[in-house]
């Protein structure tokens, strides 16, 4: 009996381990793609959302006759951590989150062409809730809808540089085919 109690509490343990592990892995924590393994326009958006902050505003439907809202985000870094699931190392002023420090968040994006586009469709933020986004970036812009529960909106606004970043093309633009991207100093 002492041995089946045993076996069963190391059945369980693996189980843990494995399901943290499978958890690890979906939310793309620790997991990094090489950036000198990307496609030209996937490595020139993340060597241009180094050390940069969104600032724009959004709205509400429904209350449009109100002055749109004021967000911020600022990016330390975008990752690509799969094939279609992209890190962002961000503090944010929105969602209720104002003057958290840096916190990893992963979402969907997809490139058309060379614009990259997040498509979050009921995509679960921890701590922050349950959201379907389109947004899309071109050069130093970016623009598109948000859905939280029954509110919704629009957001749109300019992407600032803070450090040191690339700024020889306009984001949204790949570089040359072959050419390198050179990293930008911390």
Same mark, same amino acid.
Not at 116 to 136: K, N, Q
């Given at each position: ?40 326009? %996937?490595? #020139?958006?993340? %060597? ?18 109100? /002055?749109?809202?004021? +967000?911020?985000?600022?990016? #330390?870094?975008? %990752?690509?951590?799969? %094939? ?5 190392? #961000? ?10 420090? &840096? ?10 062409? +060379? ?7 009921? /995509?679960?933020?921890?701590?922050? &809730?349950?959201? /379907? ?35 020889? #093309? ?17």
């Amino acid at each position: 009996m002492r041995k089946l109690i045993k076996l069963a509490f190391g059945l369980v343990g693996v189980l843990l381990l494995l399901a943290i592990g499978w958890l690890a892995g979906r939310s793309g924590i620790g997991s990094v793609i090489d950036p000198a393994t990307l496609p030209p326009a %996937e490595r #020139a958006f993340a %060597e241009r959302m180094r050390n940069v902050t969104m600032v724009g505003s959004f709205t509400v439907d429904g209350r449009e006759a109100r /002055t749109p809202r004021s +967000d911020r985000y600022e990016i #330390a870094s975008v %990752e690509k951590v799969g %094939e279609n699931s992209w890190r962002f190392n #961000a503090k944010m002023d929105c969602c209720g989150v104002a003057g958290q420090s &840096g916190i990893p968040i992963v979402v969907p994006m997809h490139f058309v062409g +060379d614009t990259p586009v997040i498509t979050m469709t009921d /995509t679960s933020l921890p701590g922050i &809730g349950t959201f /379907t986004v389109r947004l899309f970036f071109y050069g130093d812009r970016y623009a598109g809808t948000w859905q939280h529960g029954p509110v919704g909106g629009q957001m749109s606004g300019r992407i600032e540089r803070t450090g040191s970043s690339p700024a020889s #093309a306009p984001m949204g633009t790949a570089a040359p085919e072959g050419a390198a991207v050179s990293p930008s100093k911390p």
